[in-house]
């Protein structure tokens, strides 16, 4: 798997002031205030004439976006977005026109990282401890709970983390966030933490990470049944970490983190974390696309794979900000304004499929 040495990035767009999505299209706000697709080296506004009146009054008036996020599955999107001096969460697809709505307070106080999205019409917003369902088909807003320390969504079910009646800290699982029903407890005992993220939950493993003030630990905890009881043991995995990916699989799942200046993983099968490479300066874990690593170095972008191995430096990213697509074959960086794509591997693998492989690769400088 080549990454190429010298890499000329393409200017996308020079009037972005916010960026909305990357991809084979990417989607941004630009400097007068139009939202905007970049297809094939031209900007094409996009056409809100299909939204409803409400929202394209928003959007057509709006002087700043200030969270973007997109569900995994479908094309709609939560924008935080000021206009006329208020702040709107606007919700829906967006670049389809077929549905949207809008939202003021409390929902309009939102961040990006507390928008939980639970299906291409669903979603769940953390405000403080208070976490709200929202249905976009069915036109529901329901106040789930008032306690809640941190939520996550995996395969169909919502986890919440809350503190119980007897002071202890526990998991609650739920199917279905609207009706009149409970959700159970699902774990019991948590680590002590202020907040909670949820990495990943189900009938075998739960992992998150607490945040105590400015320290944020990393658990992990196998769950077994003995005597027809589940059993959990927590075991932390680190401390101090800055940044942390899990990808889940049965056969060989990845949970790897930083902290300070190391890049560290556990080890599923010896049971054990693992430091897999020290750097020179701090690092943080940007995220994890394939099997590839981004990371920061002190404003400096590096690619590795996941045993640290392999390290390449991409780019300054001192006063930028960096947007990843689906896969690691390219990012972009929005600086001043202007929005640069780098191609960081040609289109197809070099093993078992060379078909199409551009002419010259031979020729081209790579490490």
Do not use: C
């Amino acid at each position: 798997d080549l990454i190429l040495e010298k890499i000329t990035p393409e200017v996308v767009a020079s009037d972005a002031s916010r960026i909305i999505s990357v991809g084979n299209e990417p989607v941004y706000f630009d400097k007068s205030h139009k939202l905007v697709r970049a297809v094939n080296g031209k900007s094409e506004p996009i056409n809100l004439d299909r939204l409803p009146t409400n929202v394209k009054s928003v959007l057509n008036t709006a002087t700043d976006i200030y969270l973007a996020k997109k569900t995994d599955s479908g094309n709609a999107w939560a924008l935080g977005v000021i206009a006329n001096g208020r702040k709107w969460l606007v919700v829906g697809d967006i670049l389809g026109g077929y549905q949207a709505k809008l939202f003021s307070a409390p929902l309009n106080q939102l961040t990006t990282e507390k928008i939980i999205w639970i299906g291409s019409d669903k979603f769940m917003g953390l405000l403080g401890s208070t976490l709200y369902a929202v249905d976009l088909t069915q036109n529901k807003i329901n106040m789930y709970t008032k306690s809640a320390l941190g939520a996550g969504f995996f395969n169909g079910k919502a986890y919440i983390v809350s503190r119980g009646t007897n002071g202890s800290i526990d998991l609650l699982r739920d199917s279905n966030l609207f009706d009149e029903k409970k959700a159970d407890v699902f774990a019991s005992g948590l680590p002590v933490g202020k907040s909670y993220s949820i990495l990943f939950a189900n009938d075998e493993r739960i992992i998150l990470t607490t945040q105590n003030g400015n320290a944020t630990g990393l658990w992990l905890a196998n769950l077994k049944s003995v005597d027809g009881k589940v059993e959990i043991a927590w075991i932390k995995v680190a401390s101090n970490i800055s940044g942390v990916a899990y990808e889940h699989s049965n056969i060989k799942p990845k949970l790897v983190f930083t902290s300070d200046k190391e890049l560290g993983g556990y080890d599923f099968t010896a049971k054990e974390t693992k430091r897999l490479k020290t750097f020179a300066q701090k690092v943080r874990l940007i995220d994890k696309k394939e099997e590839s690593l981004f990371l920061n170095v002190e404003n400096q972008l590096f690619m590795s794979d996941t045993s640290g191995a392999n390290v390449y430096e991409i780019t300054n990213m001192e006063k930028a900000n960096v947007f990843l697509g689906d896969d690691s074959r390219r990012v972009w960086i929005l600086r001043n304004n202007e929005l640069a794509e780098w191609a960081l591997r040609e289109n197809t693998g070099i093993f078992g499929n060379v078909t199409n492989w551009p002419i010259g690769l031979l020729s081209t400088t790579v490490r």
